[in-house]
């Protein structure tokens, strides 16, 4: 059956570390992945998409990458800061059908 | 720059009793989304509209309906509400359904209902 997991439902790191959050996808055959930043209360916020033949897409302090090889993508927030404590949502993307998502990882940096 | 909005923000019903969910967008979006939110399921498709005139299941249909009202307006209706349905609802839109822009999918803020 097709699945997709992210890696842990939290993980904690120290203010200036580089956060990496991983999303690994079985029996699906995605065109792109997307990544979505969730505050509590809030709906979730879109802040990449990285296309299939792409390996690597940066935004400021955030790194995606994608590999269809190994079905995984990293998501990596480099000199991490105390707001960029929210849940982290992978979500496949064939192209043409709407949207599956991870359960998140809830990131949580400390000062 | 309202995005998507969605109302009620909360909302409590009885067991049995029904409600529709409001959504609207101003984005010019053709693709409109509900999908609801539990803790520890993550995000799962209720229904959506791919375009202005039509709407298709997702992975949880049962116990909803919907209308895609007008290419802004994309409406939940929960006929007999059971406790199976609290969640937190949201309401989504995009240019495509897939890929098709960099721009990903714009969420409203949700609506928290509590069926007792």
């Known amino acids: 059956s097709q699945k997709i997991e992210q890696n842990s439902e939290a993980l904690n790191i120290q203010e200036g570390k580089t956060a990496t959050l991983t999303c690994n996808y079985t029996?699906?055959?995605?065109?792109?992945l997307q990544w979505y930043r969730q505050d509590p209360g809030r709906g979730p916020v879109f802040l990449l998409l990285?296309?299939?033949?792409?390996k690597e897409k940066r935004k400021e302090r955030l790194k995606v990458t994608f590999d269809t090889t190994l079905k995984q993508s990293l998501f990596h927030i480099t000199a991490s800061q105390p707001a960029d404590s929210a849940t982290y949502l992978c979500?496949?993307?064939?192209?043409?059908?709407?949207?599956?998502f991870g359960k998140g990882t809830r990131l949580s940096v400390i000062a | 720059n309202a995005g998507v909005t969605q109302t009620p923000k909360f909302q409590v019903l009885k067991t049995g009793q029904s409600m529709t969910l409001q959504c609207a967008q101003d984005m010019n979006h053709n693709s409109m989304y509900w999908y609801r939110q539990d803790p520890g399921m993550g995000l799962r498709l209720i229904y959506y509209s791919a375009s202005e005139g039509t709407t298709d299941k997702g992975e949880v249909p049962n116990g909803y309906n919907v209308s895609r009202l007008n290419k802004r307006e994309f409406s939940l209706r929960l006929e007999s509400a059971a406790p199976s349905q609290t969640s937190v609802y949201f309401c989504?839109?995009?240019?495509?359904?897939?890929?098709?822009?960099?721009?990903?999918?714009?969420f409203g803020s949700g609506t928290r209902l509590t069926v007792v």
């Open positions: 990285i296309r299939e033949n792409e």
């Open positions: 989504a839109s995009s240019r495509g359904t897939g890929g098709a822009s960099n721009y990903g999918y714009t």
């Open positions: 029996n699906y055959s995605p065109a792109y």
């Open positions: 979500a496949l993307d064939t192209g043409n059908t709407p949207l599956v």
